[in-house]
């Protein structure tokens, strides 16, 4: 298996553009996981997929994101418009269900916003 | 939510054990005990997870306290390679909150 694909891996954008993040999981894995990394703030949870149905959204920091998993083998995180304080790493991670499994990351995309 | 507390950094040789401790005073008794790891550049990846019993894979080995309000993750002998931040995370077991929360995590330094 490929492991969970993100892409783009870089991106680079204008302030105020819309920008939009992919993300395949892992075939079989049905949780899904959107995160943001900052120097200042960590590893941020901003969303979780269980069965394609967003669970918890509490960590989406305000409207300008949203985040769909219109089936089992993908997911989009969109950023409209964008902000310069947007600029960060985002990682996607899936795994199987229950409580022994083992969540797989992947490379991330680092989003810079100017 | 319970909270895990960890030391910001720590520092190792090179061939050397090393005990990073994680602090869960608050943990409740169906949290599981999770680590992950993030190397430089790369997104976090598993190491261990427990929940009572003492737990060993080929990575690491995890020691629980017995009334479940510490643990520690054992690196036996650690390589350059092992130089991460390592992240304790309390993780339900029930389907549906399941979410993986990370703390800052405790810097390791290997010197060669």
């Known amino acids: 298996d490929a492991g969970v694909i993100q892409s783009p891996r870089h991106e680079v954008t204008e302030m105020g553009q819309e920008v939009t993040l992919r993300c395949k999981p892992i075939s079989g894995h049905n949780s899904l996981f959107w995160y943001r990394q900052t120097m200042m703030r960590g590893l941020e949870l901003l969303i979780y997929f269980n069965n394609n149905v967003p669970i918890d959204d509490s960590g989406m920091p305000e409207d300008r994101f949203s985040a769909k998993m219109p089936n089992a083998s993908f997911s989009t995180l969109k950023i409209q418009p964008s902000e310069p304080r947007d600029s960060a790493v985002y990682f996607c991670?899936?795994?199987?269900?229950?409580?022994?499994?083992?969540?797989?990351f992947g490379q991330g995309t680092r989003l810079t916003v100017v | 939510d319970a909270k895990t507390t960890q030391p910001n950094s720590m520092e190792s040789n090179e061939e050397e054990p090393v005990h990073l401790p994680c602090n869960h005073s608050t943990i409740s008794g169906t949290d599981y005990i999770h680590w992950y790891r993030q190397l430089p550049s790369q997104g976090p990846e598993y190491v261990i997870h427990g929940l009572t019993s003492n737990v060993n894979n080929r990575m690491a080995s995890l020691a629980i306290a017995e009334d479940r309000k510490s643990s520690t993750l054992i690196l036996h002998r650690a390589t350059l390679r092992d130089a991460a931040v390592y992240y304790c995370?309390?993780?339900?077991?029930?389907?549906?909150?399941?979410?993986?929360?990370f703390g800052q995590g405790t810097r390791l330094t290997i010197n060669p």
């Open positions: 995370i309390l993780r339900k077991d029930w389907e549906g909150a399941q979410k993986l929360v």
């Open positions: 991670a899936t795994q199987r269900a229950g409580p022994h499994t083992e969540a797989f």
